[in-house]
């Protein structure tokens, strides 16, 4: 592909001159978040009281699906750089995910279900890599932090508005859900609109386009080690930040009711919504590696009130670290990637990425899972802080080159 510095007119107005189609991308995260975010926050209930499932059925039913789109980001990601092309992709994954939403409600079965959340997750799968990649694709190198800074924070607040929404509208329907879930449609469908106009990728190089290599996972071998630290950082990250959901657990578990256990998720995605675009800007000046050390300490600090909480003010206190935690470093993750793979193995870089931090997240919540089940809710926010603590001295410890460290 084309250079990312001659990709967008308006990439040299100064640091807030991000090109329109980063923003346009952003805009699309936040309207299928808000979908998403919707549906998984109904979904569980919806299964177990009209459908009827039970805990191992709904369980194998988010596995699978997550499983599925870890999966599909890598091909997604190698195939992107092979066709040289990246919207075609990132548009069919969106188009997936919007089709699947009005298969929720009308689910007349665990098995409808199973399957639309399936395909919502291959699509998720499908655009993920390819979606970062054109991220860096048409933004100048000194606007990456930025770029996936305010991407990060238009997708948390979608995250926010999802559980806001589902509560809402379940008290406007009186319980009803199928008519609650008919709500996700509309913000999926905008979002493949706004991607659909306004997004634009540059044309691929002529020359580059007819001497493309074929396709293979192995060119990942091919990556800086620069790169595999950061999946090193990143998967060591992705153990101590197991699944979201455990902050639920950990609401009910204190007795908040459980019609408040929600905001727990809000409070989270609310707090990263609003640091995520400043530290992108703070990366882009340099401040990397006091981001991440920051980030760190933030994860760190949320665990050890999550484990100590015996209050609602204490979980929301826990909650709003680990957002503050995810806004100092989801962003920064991504912009670093960007910022250590060749162009023409930036969608190779980001499913790599991407799989690695699925796997670890699977062994962490199973791993959480364990740790709540033998010893208690303490224990496995004491070992996140843990292993957090361990990344934390691996960052101290290593000096990468001036790329990844700023």
């Known amino acids: 592909m084309r250079p990312t510095a001659s990709t967008d007119p308006g990439a040299a107005r100064g640091a807030r001159a991000l090109p329109r189609s980063v923003v346009a991308l952003g805009l699309v995260s936040l309207c299928m978040d808000t979908s998403s975010e919707l549906i998984h926050a109904l979904l569980p209930l919806f299964m177990a009281t009209v459908l009827g499932a039970g805990m191992v059925t709904i369980g194998l039913v988010e596995g699978v699906a997550e499983a599925a789109a870890a999966i599909a980001k890598v091909f997604s990601g190698t195939l992107s750089d092979y066709m040289r092309r990246r919207k075609p992709l990132v548009v069919a994954g969106y188009g997936l995910a919007a089709i699947t939403k009005p298969l929720f409600p009308l689910a007349p079965s665990v098995a409808?279900?199973?399957?639309?959340?399936?395909?919502?997750?291959?699509?998720?799968?499908?655009?993920?890599?390819?979606?970062?990649?054109?991220?860096?694709?048409?933004?100048?190198?000194?606007?990456?932090?930025?770029a996936y800074g305010l991407r990060q924070?238009?997708?948390?607040?979608?995250?926010?508005?999802?559980?806001?929404?589902a509560l809402a509208l379940v008290a406007l329907f009186a319980s009803n859900l199928r008519m609650a879930l008919w709500a996700a449609v509309l913000p999926a469908v905008a979002a493949v609109?706004?991607?659909?106009?306004?997004?634009?990728?540059?044309?691929?190089?002529?020359?580059?386009?007819?001497?493309?290599?074929?396709?293979?996972?192995?060119?990942?071998?091919?990556l800086p080690f620069r790169y595999w630290w950061i999946v090193t950082l990143g998967a060591v990250l992705t153990l101590a930040r197991f699944s979201q959901a455990f902050l639920v657990l950990r609401a009910t578990d204190i007795g908040l009711p459980l019609a408040?256990?929600?905001?727990?998720?809000?409070?989270?995605?609310?707090?990263?919504a609003i640091a995520s675009y400043p530290a992108g800007i703070a990366a882009?000046?340099?401040?990397?590696?006091?981001?991440?050390?920051?980030?760190?300490?933030?994860?760190?600090?949320?665990?050890?009130?999550?484990?100590?909480?015996?209050?609602?003010?204490?979980?929301?206190?826990?909650?709003a670290l680990w957002g503050l935690h995810m806004g100092l470093t989801q962003g920064l993750l991504a912009?670093?990637?960007?910022?250590?793979s060749p162009a023409h193995l930036r969608g190779t870089a980001f499913g790599v990425f991407n799989l690695v931090s699925g796997a670890f997240l699977l062994v962490a919540s199973v791993l959480a899972g364990a740790l709540w089940a033998a010893f208690g809710a303490a224990a496995t926010f004491i070992a996140g802080a843990a292993f957090t603590a361990l990344a934390l001295a691996g960052l101290l410890a290593y000096r990468p080159g001036r790329t990844a460290s700023g």
Do not use: N
């Open 260 to 272: 408040l256990a929600p905001g727990v998720m809000v409070v989270m995605s609310g707090v990263d």
């Open 284 to 319: 882009d000046r340099g401040h990397r590696r006091a981001l991440l050390g920051w980030g760190l300490a933030a994860l760190v600090a949320a665990d050890i009130a999550l484990a100590a909480a015996t209050s609602g003010w204490a979980l929301f206190a826990g909650a």
């Open 153 to 165: 924070s238009l997708d948390s607040i979608g995250a926010a508005l999802g559980p806001l929404a």
């Open 335 to 340: 912009m670093l990637v960007a910022a250590e």
């Open 193 to 222: 609109a706004i991607l659909a106009a306004g997004v634009h990728e540059p044309e691929p190089d002529a020359a580059a386009h007819q001497a493309r290599p074929p396709l293979r996972l192995a060119d990942a071998a091919r």
């Open 112 to 146: 409808w279900v199973f399957a639309a959340r399936f395909f919502d997750r291959i699509g998720k799968g499908i655009r993920g890599a390819p979606r970062d990649a054109l991220i860096a694709d048409v933004t100048p190198a000194p606007l990456l932090g930025a």
